[in-house]
């Protein structure tokens, strides 16, 4: 599963959605378990897991910027609202210039003022800005998008002086 998690980000979100698999501690799996395993664990039918896990996947890509086309577009003047998820010390430490850590007051304001521009999400890696996103839309915020890849790949791909780091829980 670890590695499916790592090719289809939203996989863990659409197994839970579709199936109630591995959102809480009663429909678990485990992340070295194989699809094959946890569908015979939790009584599903691998074709439609698979079929669900795809389509899943193909919505999550409209949902996702990366890096680079997100600068191309602040770099055009494109007004944008870059907002950190991750914890406020990882925000202190690093962050991607102009961007607003998310907090509740943040994020009850977005949502009682929609504002007209992007709303761009990110996290250390992208394994939950994906997630983020997913809330944002389901509570009316359809121009939210999620970081692919988090600022570890801004980091990478457009501003090198950005410390990188690897989180332990990872």
């Not at 202190?92 to 992007?118: D, H, K, N, R």
């Not at 999400?121 to 970081?147: E, V």
Request: proline letters at 4%.
């Amino acid at each position: 599963m670890d590695n499916l998690l790592q090719r289809l980000p939203g996989a863990r979100r659409a197994l839970f959605s579709a199936f109630h698999v591995g959102g809480c501690q009663s429909c678990a799996y485990r992340d070295e378990e194989t699809l094959a395993e946890v569908c015979t664990n939790h009584g599903l039918e691998i074709e439609e897991a698979i079929r669900t896990l795809l389509e899943s996947h193909q919505h999550d890509q409209t949902m996702l910027l990366d890096p680079v086309s997100v600068f191309a577009k602040l770099n055009a003047g494109e007004a944008i609202l870059l907002v950190d998820t991750r914890t406020r010390e990882e925000h202190e430490a690093v962050t991607i210039a102009g961007s607003q850590l998310m907090t509740q007051e943040l994020q009850q304001s977005l949502f009682a003022t929609p504002p007209e521009q992007a709303i761009v999400l990110y996290d250390h890696s992208g394994r939950d800005a994906l997630d983020h996103c997913a809330w944002f839309r389901g509570h009316g915020l359809k121009n939210a998008f999620a970081l692919t890849g988090g600022i570890d790949a801004w980091s990478r791909d457009v501003d090198p002086s950005l410390p990188r780091y690897r989180l332990e829980m990872e």
